[in-house]
């Protein structure tokens, strides 16, 4: 036992007693923080873009456009407010924040009158060369835009801009005069303009009910279907945690290998020991990461319940769904059992190289397996009773990421317990036989070439004459 501690103790400390951890240690929050908080920047770092609308029919094309995106707006933050409200009940501070939203839209382009709307005027304006006055001081002209019809019933639109890339403007302003078109049309057929905006208002009362619940509580809302996102993104967090603590067992492994310490470690210890040294100080380096990143990850939720306190949204039961122990238990205990498989599966194959490019031709094979679950993970987030999923999730080696997924469909005890099993027993099968490729690697009884002769069937070897 005493080997073992060292081991761990040694595999521990070269890992956490330098530089490089603990600046990837903040790194993962701070990329994290980047990735959430980068499309909000963005989004509210767009500038503001100035254009010019000439309706050269006189009027009535510039009058349907806005009518048509006033309306196309209000359905849109009546959808938004129904969402809201089916998630967080009929907050005022939510429906307020939606309007200010919205109205952060509408005013990334905003409509200006210029002195001339002929193009050729204009075109010094678009291009940059000029600008014009406006409430954000002088600014280039964002699109010109010219609408005509040039027959009865047929719109054209001419849309000058030197922005190649931003079709938001140019997107709004078709979609409404296409729905002016259609209406029109409508109308021209003989329909009362009347019974088309009485048809427009017409939509179906939707309630969705669980027929496990009583009448009275039946109602599902859209916080019910959290913990299925919970399940998906913890299980793709699974898969990178393990196989970022794997993959330092790896690469340690051969680096040891290389430099003849394992040889060294041989004569003091036994390779079982070294086995599960390596093993336990490895995951004591996991386990530093999860800490670290837990405590992150709670101030922040405190903080959010706060703020979300604060605004009358009704935090606890969020957080409740999103902390939820029949899902954080297990997530725990498969990231226990998987990392002990792959752990043991990726240092036998490291004391089998000498080099990382030598443990790059055995891996390949693995990965491509070990990809499959995120595949299947992703099928689950539409399809989580998908028999697909279902029966992928009993394959040993993916249950600790497809289970976290269908853990949340209350699927029963049987597939719960079932997998679990398999999943125990082959975790034991593995740790054994990957011991014994350790040993046989760890002694150079084998190599990468060994594991490759496995695969040569019907192939006899010749004697020397």
Known sequence: ?????????????????????????????????????????IENSQPTRYYVLVDETGGSLEQAVYEQMD???????????????????????????????????DDRYI???????????????????????????????????????????DVDIEYWSANLTDGGLRSTIRSALRDHMQLQRLIEGGVDPDLIAAADDLAPTVRELNPERSAEAAEVTEGERLPIYVGVATAFGLWVVIFSVVNMLLTAM??????????MMLASSRHHEILVGKLLGVAAVSFTLLLFWGGLASLGGFAVQQVMAAADI??????????????????????????LMYGAIFLAV????????????????????????LFLVMIAIDAPDSPVVAIASWVPIWTPFIMLVRLPQDIGMFDVMGTTLAMVAMAIAVIWASGAMFRMGALNQANQDTVKNW?????????AN
């Open 350 to 373: 490291g004391s089998l190289c000498d080099t990382l490019q030598d443990a790059q031709s055995l891996m390949s094979p693995i990965m491509l397996v070990m990809m499959v679950p």
């Open 254 to 263: 051969i680096e040891e290998k290389g430099n003849k310490v394992l040889e």
């Open 1 to 41: 036992m005493r080997a073992i501690y060292l081991i761990a103790r040694r595999e521990f400390l070269s890992y956490v007693a330098t530089w490089g951890f603990w600046l990837s240690l903040l790194s993962v929050p701070m990329f994290m923080a980047l990735g959430f908080g980068m499309p909000i920047l």
């Open 455 to 463: 695969f040569k069937f019907g192939k006899k070897k010749t004697a």
């Open 71 to 105: 309306r196309a707006r209000e359905e849109q933050l009546e959808r938004a407010r129904e969402v809201a409200s089916e998630m967080l009940g009929d907050n005022p501070q939510v429906q307020a924040a939606l309007e200010s939203s919205m109205q952060l839209e």
């Open 314 to 339: 009704p935090a606890a039961e969020i957080m409740a769904t999103l902390f939820d122990p029949g899902l954080i238990g297990p997530a725990i205990g498969y990231f226990i059992v998987g990392y």
């Open 111 to 153: 409509r200006i009158e210029a002195e001339t709307t002929d193009l050729d005027a204009l075109r010094p304006y678009l291009t940059g060369d000029r600008e014009l006055d406006t409430q954000d001081g002088p600014q280039p002209l964002f699109a010109a835009i010219y609408l005509s019809e040039p027959s009865p019933g």
